[in-house]
């Protein structure tokens, strides 16, 4: 399918007849849309509230990292296996089973009695929340199956719109929780949010639709899910503390890596279809661009947080209002992304935008102005909301019919990799505490990754030539 030509835009149907329904309609985006935003939220909410837990449980900097990083931990090898799973069992089940292990997690947080509690709740949600979004994404593939309209660009432009206007709530509503009922609320607001998106779910996702008789024999390939999750987990775990490097780790993340490729190649039914990978190289080179620019964006979005604390001497709903307008931006951009006709022209400007707001911040320091301050943070805007809607773009577009669940839950895991990697350079160059020669440490870092990703972009022959 060409990335370049615009895409097909929905046929009339007429509504009322028989078996039919208005295709993508407001009723059956809403509960996609409010299970797509609670990754997100969740993600940048704790932002906010990292100085105010770390105060109660008495632990610092590289002890509360690892609520940002067992979320994403669990979520990178979530999303793709609840992905595996809607394509196998059907997207509305694994849907609603997503939310359910929501309301478990905050009921978890709410109530933790020590700093560990805090570590499973996040687990749980970095698996309760993995099932929303490549479950959006195969439900939206079969409404266009039933009614024979391919999903506008707009309708994947709301799932953009989704996560990116959530992140924007996130570190303005933990600091505000954080700051008034306590950093355990930030935890227990996954509670009602769970009910309602299972009420609404209940009432308006669409139904699974029936699964081939061929296809009733597919398994999970438990093998291939283990051998990934272990490959995963063993990487980031050496990625989360690379200021003490274990090599042990990394030697036995590549022989399990070796492991993977190994028995993937010769499963009849894999759970990591490599073969895809290769026939599709584009698809593969979307997620590896996936993965270096959110590396960026998550360096910029927990490292700015913590720096507007730590050195220039903010509240954590003070440095969330500042950090407000990157989000509000990214939602206002993520919209104008879904309407472009091509993919390659955004995805160069957001790699210059971010090029750009990274060499702005080697210039901060603990006397900078609010305006400057704001004025870089909406920079980084712009180029998240492009790098939201044209990448999701370019996956629905590459990915084939009766995988696209697999693969959104690979590009997340590729967004999830750069976010723990993020983490990871955090610690390293701002050690126990955030200051302004950490914060052009990190900058440097990200105009280094911005010139490689640039590289990347454009000479990805896939977008140049429109495929």
Request: hydrophobic content about 55%; proline content about 5%; some cysteine.
């Amino acid at each position: 399918m060409s990335t370049e030509a615009e895409p097909r835009t929905a046929r009339s149907i007429q509504i009322g007849a028989p078996g039919t329904r208005k295709p993508f309609s407001g009723a059956m985006m809403a509960p996609l849309l409010l299970g797509v935003a609670l990754n997100p939220i969740n993600s940048t909410m704790i932002a906010t509230a990292l100085v105010a837990v770390g105060h109660a449980f008495g632990v610092g900097v590289a002890q509360t990292a690892w609520l940002v990083a067992s979320l994403y931990l669990a979520s990178s090898v979530g999303q793709p296996t609840m992905g595996r799973l809607a394509d196998l069992i059907g997207p509305r089940k694994v849907f609603l089973s997503g939310l359910v292990v929501v309301l478990a997690a905050g009921l978890v947080g709410a109530l933790a009695p020590a700093f560990g509690w805090l570590i499973a709740s996040r687990v749980l949600l970095g698996v309760g929340t993995s099932a929303a979004y490549p479950s959006a994404m195969a439900m939206l593939r079969a409404e266009s199956r039933r009614t024979g309209v391919e999903a506008p660009r707009t309708v994947l432009g709301r799932l953009s719109l989704a996560s990116l206007a959530s992140a924007a709530v996130g570190p303005v509503l933990g600091g505000a929780l954080a700051a008034t009922l306590g950093w355990r609320a930030v935890f227990a607001v996954n509670i009602p949010a769970a009910v309602v998106g299972l009420l609404l779910a209940l009432r308006w996702a669409p139904a699974d639709p029936p699964r081939p008789a061929e296809r009733k024999r597919i398994s999970l390939d438990p093998p291939g899910l283990l051998l990934f999750a272990a490959t995963i987990a063993t990487m980031m775990l050496f990625l989360m503390d690379l200021s003490h490097p274990d090599w042990l780790l990394l030697a036995l993340a590549v022989l399990l890596g070796v492991a993977l490729v190994a028995w993937e190649l010769r499963a009849g039914q894999p759970f990591l279809d490599l073969r895809l990978l290769g026939r599709s190289p584009g698809l593969t080179r979307t997620f590896i661009r996936s993965g270096l620019t959110y590396l960026v964006l998550y360096c910029m979005l927990y490292g700015f947080s913590q720096w507007l604390q730590e050195s220039h001497g903010l509240s954590s709903f003070h440095a969330g209002l500042i950090a407000l307008p990157m989000s509000l931006t990214a939602a206002l951009f993520s919209l104008l992304g879904a309407r472009t006709k091509t993919l390659r022209t955004p995805l160069v400007a957001l790699t210059l935008l971010l090029g750009a707001g990274s060499a702005m911040l080697m210039l901060l320091d603990g006397h900078t102005s609010i305006a400057v301050l704001v004025f870089a943070s909406t920079v980084f805007g712009v180029g998240q909301g492009l790098a939201s809607s044209c990448n999701q773009a370019a996956v629905y577009a590459q990915a084939p019919a009766d995988g696209t669940g697999s693969a959104a839950g690979l590009q997340r895991t590729s967004i999830y990799l750069g976010a723990i990697l993020s983490s990871s350079v955090l610690a390293l160059l701002y050690g126990s505490r955030a200051t302004d020669g950490g914060l052009h440490d990190i900058a440097a870092v990200m105009i280094a990754l911005c010139a490689a990703l640039l590289v990347f972009t454009v000479a990805d022959r896939a977008l140049r030539a429109g495929r």
